[in-house]
Structure formats: C-alpha cells, structure tokens
T-cell receptor, first 115, second 111 residues
Framework: EPEVTQTPSHQVTQMGQEVILRCVPI?????FYWYRQILGQKVEFLVS????????KSEIFDDQFSVERPDGSNFTLKIRSTKLEDSAMYFC?????????????FGDGTRLSIL | GEDVEQSLFLSVREGDSSVINCTYT??????LYWYKQEPGAGLQLLTY?????DMKQDQRLTVLLNKKDKHLSLRIADTQTGDSAIYFC???????????FGSGTQLTVLP
C-alpha cells in the first residue's frame, strides 16, 4: 500500500539553526499538510498546501516557517531559526483531494530536537 | 475554537471488546476520523464516518456517532495484544484542510 515517507526520522539541531524536514507524499495525491505534536500535547495543524500555494495555515505557522514543493515528489517544511519550543514530532500528510471524503494519510514523523 | 476530548487511558483483557470514546464541540464537522499510533510509528488511518451516518462497521471495528450529543466511539471487538496503541479521534470542522485531534487514548491489552 502506498505510504507517505518522511526523512530524517530524527533530527538534532542547535538553537538558531535552520532545519529542513522532508516528505514524499503518496504519488497521486495533490494536497499536502504538516502537523506537529509537542511531547505530551495534541497533534496540531500547521499548514496545508495545494497547487504550489499555501491553502490554510494556523497561528503556529509564523514567519519562521515555510513550505515548498521543490520537485514533483518532495514536500518540505523549513524552520528558519529554530527555537527550543520547536522541539516536537512533525508529521507530514497527504490526501487525494480536498473533499471531506478524502482522508489524510500520515507519515511516521520526524522527531526534531532543538538543543 | 474547536475542541476534541478523549480519555487518556483504557485497559482491557485480550478477547474482550474495547470502547474508546470521544467528544467534540464543532457542530460543522462533516467527517470524523480514528487514527492509530503504534510506538515509534506515524498516524495510521483506521476508519472514518460521515456526519450524516450514525454507525459504520469495518471488520472488528464499529464506529458509533451521536451527532446530537457530539459523541463518537470506536469499538474494537475481540481485542488483541496487537491492538495496543494510542487511538486518536479527529474531526475536520467543516474544513477539509485541517484536522483537529483529541489527545489520544492509550489502549493497553492485557493477556
């Protein structure tokens, strides 16, 4: 069964450094998402992306975050100047459509640790 | 804003049924989802239900939706040790673009 893949599985970065988290969505999916889960807290929506544009973003997704579809297969989340509070598990998801009957499929996540 | 609540822990004996409950506040939710997370793994979509349905069955899984009370439950029949995981309830609040998750219920299956 096709799946969403994320790399790396664990990223350790010094505070203030830039980090790029990578995702390969399911190949026929057109809609892409990033979520994060801080340890002990709920999974939170960050951003959705379609047709090379951000569709929706949450309050968490401020100017230090950006997303990109650099080629036909990858979808990336960049955090420009990381802070300690960015430490979390970051999940990428994709869906075939934006309709409510097109469920989102998630990757295994990247655990980001900021030192 | 929207909120989704779940109890944090549930323990059952192997072979028994498990019932995981979820409540939500957003009356515009059109789809409600159950995801499963095993240790070290991502969120696996288990099943989902459209808000105009009140029940959906898929093999050992039964989803019940009480839209009036905004209550969703997931019943796992004949629970096995492999069902031990965290189960997340999520709703889309009428927007297909973002999901709101509950805190997850840690299901422990005892031999």
């Amino acid at each position: 069964e096709p799946e969403v893949t994320q790399t790396p599985s664990h990223q350790v970065t010094q505070m203030g450094q830039e980090v790029i988290l990578r995702c390969v969505p399911i190949s026929n999916h057109l809609y892409f998402y990033w979520y994060r889960q801080i340890l002990g807290q709920k999974v939170e929506f960050l951003v959705s992306f379609y047709n090379n544009e951000i569709s929706e973003k949450s309050e968490i997704f401020d100017d230090q975050f950006s997303v990109e579809r650099p080629d036909g297969s990858n979808f990336t989340l960049k955090i420009r100047s990381t802070k300690l509070e960015d430490s979390a598990m970051y999940f990428c998801a994709s869906s075939e459509g934006f309709g409510s009957n097109q469920p989102q499929h998630f990757g295994d996540g990247t655990r980001l640790s900021i030192l | 804003g929207e909120d989704v609540e779940q109890s944090l822990f549930l323990s059952v004996r192997e072979g028994d049924s498990s019932v995981i409950n979820c409540t939500y506040t957003d009356s515009s939710s059109t789809y409600l989802y159950w995801y499963k997370q095993e240790p070290g793994a991502g969120l696996q979509l288990l099943t989902y239900i459209f808000s105009n349905m009140d029940m959906k069955q898929d093999q050992r899984l039964t989803v019940l939706l009480n839209k009036k009370d905004k209550h969703l439950s997931l019943r796992i029949a004949d629970t096995q040790t492999g069902d031990s995981a965290i189960y997340f309830c999520a709703e889309n609040g009428g927007s297909a673009r973002q999901l709101t998750f509950g805190s997850g219920t840690q299901l422990t299956v005892l031999p």
